[in-house]
């Protein structure tokens, strides 16, 4: 157990780190000369709400709880890293990029008042963008909305307005709000709970020249997105797209674990957040090519193969695809995570074979599904059949296969893939391992 001295002794440690950083950016910015202000046109809009430095300034308070809350010393060292992490990233976002706020704020009074005196005796119109605060309210909120899951939406609209209090009180432009919630939802992206960080997460695969051809066309796309946001205005949103088609890039070379999928199914808040572009491509896409279609097919002995939309019609999922999260699942679920249009490797195709004859022989209807039901589902059946000596050989099983996924994409490569994973099986099985 964490005693009270030991929690305050990060508290104060964290702190003072944060209010020296802060301090020291704010000075070194107000030296320069012509710092720039970005601010668009319809902000002038945004009406001045005094009564927002309330929830403005309860982000100190939710902040300096959580090192009260954390259940154990693992947790909170957790806690911390991300703090110090998004004090990091904003500081040098300050001194890269160094943008001040020169609006005035109205007189007031009260208790509103007494806030906003207290806030003007450190803060200086400096250190906008990303916005510090809105990082924060993110990785502060993760926390609370992690361990308090029954005042989710309470939680969720506090946090919205702490979020939204940043332009009512003339503390920042629009701009610092969407490269705050990057930097945050970049924050738990890189130091995830329960997960490795995906940078530093071993390579799930071994690089084939399909994974060199897909990583380029992705980053490519990212490349074509960033040419679209210096169009400026509403094109700069084209940016969230560049961050989402990136990471994909990365997921080509580094593996799986850049998607952070979970073992409940679900994808990481972080990942959610930045690949969201992505992900909705993604959810179109099944949605082209399955409209009208049947979206899962029995192969036999209970097995089906599908998309994994239609996953909670099933009594077990074995769920092959990396990047989507499921929405519902069956009472039985298993994971053998592999990409989308590459080749599975030979130790995937096994390992996956081994997933479904146990959920198979346990389950009277299961799943194997990825995002359409054509490509990878289809190699890991293709992989069981031939195994359990369902079917003779690969022309054959694919043939049976065909009959009831007449659109099912195998490539060559994939079959040789299938071929070899088969005698590895064999092999492994006698050899007992």
Same mark, same amino acid.
């Given at each position: ?68 809350? +954390?259940? /154990?010393? !693992? ?6 890293? %991300?703090?110090? =992490?998004?004090? @990091? *990233?904003?500081?040098? #976002? ?109 390579? +799930?695969? /071994?690089? !084939? ?6 990583? %380029?066309?992705? =980053?490519?796309? @990212? *490349?074509?997105?960033? #040419? ?206």
């Amino acid at each position: 157990m964490l005693n009270y001295k030991t929690r305050l002794g990060y508290l104060l440690g964290v702190g003072v780190l944060f209010y020296v950083s802060y301090g020291l950016t704010n000075y070194l910015t107000a030296l320069r000369e012509n710092v720039p202000e970005i601010v668009f046109a319809w902000e002038q809009h945004i009406p001045f709400v005094a009564w927002t430095i309330v929830p403005y300034w309860s982000l100190n308070l939710l902040y300096a709880l959580v090192f009260f809350l +954390s259940r /154990n010393r !693992t947790q909170l060292r957790h806690y911390v890293a %991300r703090l110090l =992490l998004a004090q @990091a *990233i904003a500081v040098s #976002g300050f001194l890269l990029f160094p943008l001040q706020i020169t609006w005035q704020k109205p007189e007031t009074s009260g208790v509103a008042g007494f806030l906003f005196e207290s806030l003007a005796g450190f803060d200086q119109p400096y250190n906008q963008a990303p916005s510090l605060h809105i990082i924060l309210t993110i990785v502060v909120g993760a926390f609370y909305w992690r361990h308090f899951p029954k005042w989710r939406i309470p939680l969720c609209l506090w946090f919205g307005l702490i979020a939204l209090s940043i332009l009512t009180t003339y503390q920042h432009h629009f701009l610092d709000l969407p490269t705050g919630a990057v930097a945050g939802f970049g924050v738990l992206w890189l130091l995830p709970e329960k997960q490795p960080s995906p940078i530093f997460a071993k390579s +799930s695969q /071994n690089l !084939t020249a399909s994974h060199y051809r897909l990583s %380029r066309f992705y =980053l490519l796309g @990212a *490349i074509v997105c960033i #040419g679209l946001a210096c169009l400026g205005g509403g094109w700069l949103w084209c940016l969230w797209a560049a961050i989402a088609l990136g990471l994909v890039a990365m997921a080509y070379w580094r593996g799986v674990a850049i998607f952070q999928k979970q073992s409940n199914g679900k994808l990481t808040a972080g990942s959610i957040a930045l690949c969201l572009p992505y992900l909705l491509g993604a959810r179109l896409n099944i949605v082209y090519w399955l409209q009208g279609k049947a979206k899962s097919a029995v192969v036999c002995d209970g097995v089906f193969v599908g998309s994994i939309v239609v996953s909670r019609q099933f009594d077990a999922l074995l769920d092959c695809c990396a990047e989507l999260p499921c929405r519902e699942l069956p009472s039985v679920y298993e994971q053998a995570l592999m990409l989308d249009l590459v080749p599975p490797s030979i130790n995937e195709l096994c390992q996956a074979a081994r997933k479904l004859d146990r959920l198979q022989a346990e389950n009277s209807r299961v799943l194997v599904a990825c995002a359409l039901g054509y490509g990878r589902s289809v190699a890991v059946v293709l992989t069981w059949l031939l195994v359990t000596g369902r079917e003779p050989n690969l022309e054959q099983a694919i043939n049976t296969v065909k009959r009831v996924r007449p659109k099912m994409a195998i490539s060559h490569a994939v079959c040789e893939r299938i071929e070899l994973a088969s005698q590895q099986f064999h092999i492994e099985t006698e050899n007992g391992t």
